[in-house]
């Protein structure tokens, strides 16, 4: 196993490295010319032995090469190892409602909470996750799961065309991820992250959902996004392809962040928090991880992972030879002391 991105490194000895070489070759024998007269010059390039000038040359691209590949941490001899796995279930609730095509949040609200759950994803190290989906009813995309590639793969599937759905039946979507996605988890390793701008609630309300999920010993951590002032218009592409907004009696239709409810939810359950990023930039996995520091883990299924013995010693000291040899050798001709 090695880190393959240094190999690219590889290329700069023909790109660079052999042509500086040759071109050092030609740039030496025409100063020699420049300076010596022709006799002086056969009397200087017989000093001189080519064939070791090149081994020189050689040695030094050798050297070179090994430096790259110990620079890869080569490695083998693999050894099953047994490695226990702690961490926390997590259920991501995403709205993908049509507010949440506004753009008060470059790209869009959608797109950039989808971000923010990469930067998330980036940052686990055990906790099994899901992801769960809502607009006017909420649909698992995603079961819980360490096979975090999929996951990846659930999010890029997420696009506009799943969004045109009216409502934001908050309430719903937390009700599912307690009811079905936890199951039969342990109580007290569960959590829910919930980004929403929280508009156009439904009636299914999502404080009684949160509090009877918080009975289950599930922590709600609400993320809202969207300003809560002036809200923002929401787009839409009609039937020729063109952007425009949504009206509602000839008005344009703006939609806000409803803070105030999502802090309830939030609250609502025991050691809940509500991140109020609105229009702001924010790391997803850094907050998370922020709240969760201080949480319990339990422990999963054990994992098995194939631990490799290190080998880049060997292509350094193989390199530090190589460099010794090249000092070492001399690139003139052995001089026959009998001619003295």
């Known amino acids: ?39 002086m010059l056969a009397h200087l390039n017989a000093e001189i032995n080519p064939a070791r000038r090149a081994l020189k040359a050689v040695l030094a691209v050798l050297a070179f090469v090994l430096i790259v590949v110990a620079m890869t941490r080569p490695r083998w001899n693999p050894t099953p190892r047994m490695i226990p796995q702690l961490g926390r279930d997590v259920v991501i609730l995403l709205d993908v409602s049509r507010s949440m095509l506004a753009e008060d949040i470059k790209p869009n609200r959608l797109e950039r909470a989808k971000i923010a759950i990469k930067d998330l994803i980036v940052r686990l190290e055990g906790d099994r996750v899901a992801l769960v989906t809502f607009a006017g009813s909420a649909s698992v995309k995603c079961p819980l799961t360490r096979d975090y590639s999929f996951l990846r793969m659930a999010l890029d599937e997420l696009g506009p065309e799943s969004v045109f759905r009216g409502g934001t039946n908050v309430g719903d979507a937390i009700r599912k991820a307690a009811n079905e ?24 309300l999502p404080v009684e959902a949160a509090e009877a999920a918080a009975a289950e010993g599930v922590r709600i951590i ?72 201080g949480s319990g883990r339990r422990q999963l299924e054990e994992e098995v992972r194939m631990e490799y013995e290190e080998k880049f010693q060997i292509f350094l000291v193989l390199a530090f030879l190589v460099l010794a040899a090249d000092t070492v050798i001399s690139d003139a001709r052995r001089r026959n002391l009998n001619n003295y």
């Open 1 to 39: 196993m090695v880190n393959d991105k240094y190999l690219m490194l590889l290329f700069i000895v023909p790109a660079v490295i052999l042509p500086v070489f040759a071109w050092a070759a030609w740039r030496r024998r025409r100063l020699l010319r420049r300076f010596a007269k022709a006799p």
């Open 181 to 204: 996605v936890f199951e039969n988890t342990p109580r007290d390793y569960r959590d829910i992250i919930l980004i929403t701008d929280g508009g156009d609630l439904e009636e299914s």
């Open 222 to 293: 609400a993320v809202g996004l969207g300003d809560p002032v002036n809200g923002a218009p929401i787009p839409v592409v009609d039937e020729n392809g063109r952007k425009r907004y949504l009206e509602h009696n000839g008005e344009t239709v703006r939609t806000k962040l409803d803070s105030e409810t999502l802090r309830k939810t939030a609250l609502a359950s025991a050691g809940g928090v509500y991140l109020p990023v609105e229009t702001g930039t924010f790391d997803l996995g850094q907050m998370y991880y922020g709240i969760a520091s």
